[in-house]
């Protein structure tokens, strides 16, 4: 499809990780999937990436293109240029000293921030700026820089500066929690001029802050869901950019996340025992029957099986799971989670497992192939997180018949319909929300959820709207080309 004039739209696509050369979340699916939809679309989309040693390793064929030499205040830098799949060029900063190491993208073996990542990702905000500001060593120009997350945040703001002309720029964010802040005497390492360090600027509470810059000079902010869009302009979910975010909010965009529905297809997908479909929901049994041995539980094909996926963090509600848990047992269910993250959170959870292990079981790793049976054996589905930006397991958890037990927040809010009689009897239930975030509520969804599996019919109307749902990349990729174009126009 033509983009702008009948010419594609050239973007250039920022970010700290795209799978499948390097991920530690949901930015990195993100990164994977929407620039191959851009594609698809008509865009013409390049990736920047920072080549960390484990990219260069999963990308033995990343040639060079182009040499930036130094671009003070930082070390001289190659472009090496690769390919993802689906065919998007990827274009990675080759920088020994700041990415040629062991370790994760953000942090060391050990867990720890690696200490210069405000010049690692004050780098790449640089690099997107030099791309994209009209004095680029490459023949490509994009027309449009679009930043992800506070380690690109930086770019906005070098670009603002530059001599131009520039890109237009997008900066979303995925979630609001992280904000790179550092210390405002950072500045000086990272090249911000003099006059960019106020409160018009990058300012943040006396210290410098990433994001902030990308919000406050970006043309356009976008984030992963129309309600997360209204409630991070709130003091209780803004995270101190509520303010900012409400004087930019006629610039502020909510556009929901995609899944990678090749990968989550419950008719094709290997890590199950038994593929299905919408019309042979039965089949979805034997997974049940396997997820609760493969787990360790009691095998029951009559009790409900309650499933659970997520980083083990307040931010899941994983404690209200914890405290709503001993009522569930009683209801009664077994609940299956899978997650991995706070020990804290992790000892407790594998604590309650051990003392009811016919009804409870957690496994506190990161397990793909587990998780995609979770979302098929499970009947229910539960997400009490306390906020959630988009979200990906309720969307899949839709798409595999197993409707989402969900906190009405954020993204959660945008893709679950909550069974009530209006939209029972319109058949556009897809699963159960609760609105106070107390174990009375969110048990009592539960409750609610439980009562509408033990009615055949009414079950597999939800699961079967759920099934139905578009949630392909292709949707969110159409509304990013809008915002780009209106950008443009
Ligand atoms: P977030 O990005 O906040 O962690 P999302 O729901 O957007 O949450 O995406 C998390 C992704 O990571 C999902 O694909 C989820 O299934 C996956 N995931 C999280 N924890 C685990 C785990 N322990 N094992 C396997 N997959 C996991």
Sequence with gaps: MPAAGNLPVRVLFATPEAHPVIKTGGLGDVSGALPAALKKEGADVRVLLPAYGAVLAALPGARPVADLGGIAPFPDVRLLEAQLPGGVPLLLIDCPSLYGRPGGPYQDGHGH?????????????????????????????PQILHCNDWQTGLAPAYLHFGPGPRAKTVMAIH???????????????????????????????????????GIHYADRIATVSPSYALEIQTEALGFGMHGLLRHRRRHLRGIVNGIDTEAWDPLTDPHIAQNYGPDALEKKAVNKRLLQRAMGLKEDAEIPLLGVICRLTLQKGIDLLLAAAPQLMKLPAQIAVLGSGEPQLQRLLAAFAGRHPAMVAARTQFDEPLSHLIEAGADIFLMPSRFEPCGLNQMYSQRYGTPPVVHATGGLKDTVTDCTPDTQAAGTATGFAFTAMTPAAFVAAVRRAIAALHDQEAWRRIQRAGMARDFSWAASARQYLDLYRSLLA
Aim: proline content about 9%.
């Design 113 to 141: 921030d690696w200490p210069d990542n405000p010049r690692r990702f004050g780098l790449l905000s640089k690099v997107a700026a030099v791309l994209a500001d009209g004095h680029s060593p490459l023949p490509w120009q």
């Design 175 to 213: 979630n609001l929690l992280f904000q790179g802040v550092y210390a405002l005497g950072t500045a000086g390492l990272l090249g911000l001029p003099p006059e960019s360090l106020g409160i018009e600027g990058v300012e943040y509470y006396g210290n410098l802050s990433f994001l902030k810059a």
